[in-house]
Nanobody, 118 residues
Framework: QVQLVESGGGLVQAGGSLRLSCAAS????????MGWYRQAPGKQRELVAD???????NYADSVKGRFTISRDNAKNTVFLQMNSLKPEDTAVYYC????????????WGQGTQVTVSS
């Protein structure tokens, strides 16, 4: 099993940027399907972006063109670069890991708060 620890959240003004990191340890990171979900108060958890073991990416329509997901297999880390942040991006962001895109969730991070002020 992969253990995940997120960092990089915080408070930023609208239009600003943040970079989230998800450090993985334990099993074979490079083969895992990774990604980010977020959950805003009173709302369901939603997929933000994901990335395959070979680097193919997928994004929610709401973040396309603003967010970029990437991974560094040498450092066992997944990143989420968030630019042009909006108040509606405010949420707790969770990193996840799956063995394959269609498998169940193997691991979740503890979550990191992102707050965007208007």
């Amino acid at each position: 099993q992969v253990q995940l620890v997120e960092s990089g959240g915080g408070l930023v003004q609208a239009g600003g940027s943040l970079r989230l990191s998800c450090a993985a340890s334990g099993s074979i990171f490079r083969g895992y399907f990774m990604g980010w979900y977020r959950q805003a108060p009173g709302k369901q958890r939603e997929l933000v972006a994901d990335i395959t073991s070979t680097g193919d990416t997928n994004y929610a329509d709401s973040v396309k063109g603003r967010f970029t997901i990437s991974r560094d297999n040498a450092k066992n880390t997944v990143f989420l670069q968030m630019n042009s942040l909006k108040p509606e991006d405010t949420a707790v962001y969770y990193c996840f890991a799956k063995r394959t895109p269609f498998a169940g969730f193997d691991s979740w991070g503890q979550g990191t708060q992102v707050t965007v002020s208007s």
